[in-house]
């Protein structure tokens, strides 16, 4: 397999990059932003006719919080779009003969029946605040299954939940609720704060998935021969943000008291994917949450020490 990962320096795509260099039999393609803009369809169509891969991954996207998505969304959906469109059409022109295309849970309507299913694509609105990001998302997944469906390739889609592990962003105002959090405790524990303050009122509940796992779920899905144009990547299971608050404070050995400030949003009350349609496919996750904290701790101590923490 000579297989390109797009977006190969982030969380995602490094992820992908530790996964598939132990495996016999695949030689990586990997270019950075500066060596390839992936906006650039010209460009693309030429490294695809030089290089000549014959698998892609699509893990680049310009990605950012609530703020960057709702103050940039002709950013945001231009350039995913611009994305999705050269990695896909080019792959297509240049005899790709496999590819897979990565989203998000943002692509799936707001108040869509939880858990979330496949088929509930395109049933009702988005959330406002990332709709540009994930119409760019559905437009990238509907180009696969188009491809695939017009000119028999085989160009498909997965969906992570929530993800953590190395190469996340710790920035103090744009991170994630668990890299927030680890930050946030590991701060406190260092500085003796007797008390750690907690958005929310710790009630809302989310699915988190080691990025390894997914890495190791879009190996299995590469492997399989009719893969379905779309499937939901996570564990199926659910923690609220108060055991997750918990969880992340032990990990870190932070004895000091947790304070919930009511007065600041939840958000989504829930948000879990369905699972069911990759369980029945044969792959499971298997990295318990606490374990998967523990050594994301272990790597965001490692990433600080070297200095190359994302803050
Ligand atoms: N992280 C999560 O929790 C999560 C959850 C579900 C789905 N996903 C999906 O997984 C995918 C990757 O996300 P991530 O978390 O790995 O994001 P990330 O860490 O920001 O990585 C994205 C990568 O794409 C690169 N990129 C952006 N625009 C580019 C361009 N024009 N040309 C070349 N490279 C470009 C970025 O380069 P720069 O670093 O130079 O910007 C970065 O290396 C996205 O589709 C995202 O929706 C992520």
Same mark, same amino acid.
Request: hydrophobic letters at 40%.
């Given at each position: 397999m000579k297989l390109f990962i797009a977006g190969h320096q982030g969380m995602v795509g490094a992820a992908l990059v530790r996964r598939f260099q132990r495996e016999p039999g695949v030689a990586l393609l990997l270019r950075s932003r500066q060596e390839l803009d992936l906006t650039d369809a010209a460009a693309v169509a030429a490294f695809y006719a030089a290089e000549k891969p014959d698998t892609v991954i699509v893990a680049a996207a310009k990605v950012g919080g609530?703020?960057?998505?709702?103050?940039?969304?002709? @950013? #945001?959906?231009? @350039?995913?779009?611009?994305?999705?469109?050269?990695?896909?059409?080019?792959?297509? $022109?240049?005899?790709?003969?496999?590819?897979? #295309? +990565?989203?998000?849970?943002?692509?799936?309507?707001?108040l869509a029946p939880q858990p979330l299913r496949e088929d509930c694509l395109l049933t009702g609105p988005l959330e406002p605040t990332n709709e540009a990001y994930a119409i760019a998302k559905i437009a990238g997944l509907k180009?696969?299954?188009?491809?695939?469906?017009?000119?028999?390739?085989? #160009?498909?889609a997965a969906m992570p939940t929530n993800l953590y592990g190395p190469g996340d962003n710790y920035h103090r105002q744009n991170s994630h609720v668990l890299p927030a959090l680890i930050r946030k405790f590991h701060e406190a524990k260092t500085a003796g704060a007797?008390?750690?303050?907690?958005?929310?009122?710790?009630?809302?509940?989310? *699915? #988190?998935?080691?990025v390894d796992e997914l890495a190791d779920a879009c190996?299995? +899905?590469?492997?399989? $021969? $009719?893969?379905? @144009? +779309?499937?939901?990547?996570?564990?199926?299971?659910?923690?609220?943000?108060?055991?997750?608050? *918990?969880?992340?404070? $032990?990990?870190?050995?932070?004895?000091?008291?947790?304070?919930w400030d009511g007065t600041k949003p939840d958000g989504t009350p829930r948000k879990l994917m369905d699972v069911s349609r990759l369980t029945a496919l044969g792959w499971q996750a298997k990295i318990a949450l606490r374990d998967g904290v523990a050594r994301t701790y272990r790597d965001f101590l490692a990433e600080l020490a070297a200095g190359t923490l994302r803050s």
């Open positions: 609530i703020h960057a998505n709702s103050t940039y969304p002709a @950013d #945001f959906l231009f @350039d995913n779009l611009a994305i999705a469109t050269s990695c896909i059409h080019g792959a297509y $022109a240049a005899g790709v003969r496999r590819l897979l #295309f +990565l989203g998000s849970s943002c692509i799936y309507p707001k180009l696969c299954e188009y491809y695939r469906r017009q000119h028999g390739v085989l #160009f498909h007797p008390e750690v303050v907690a958005w929310g009122t710790g009630s809302p509940r989310r *699915e #988190f998935l080691h190996g299995f +899905l590469l492997r399989l $021969a $009719a893969p379905p @144009d +779309l499937i939901n990547v996570g564990t199926g299971t659910e923690v609220t943000i108060r055991e997750l608050t *918990e969880l992340v404070g $032990a990990v870190v050995g932070y004895t000091g008291r947790v304070v």
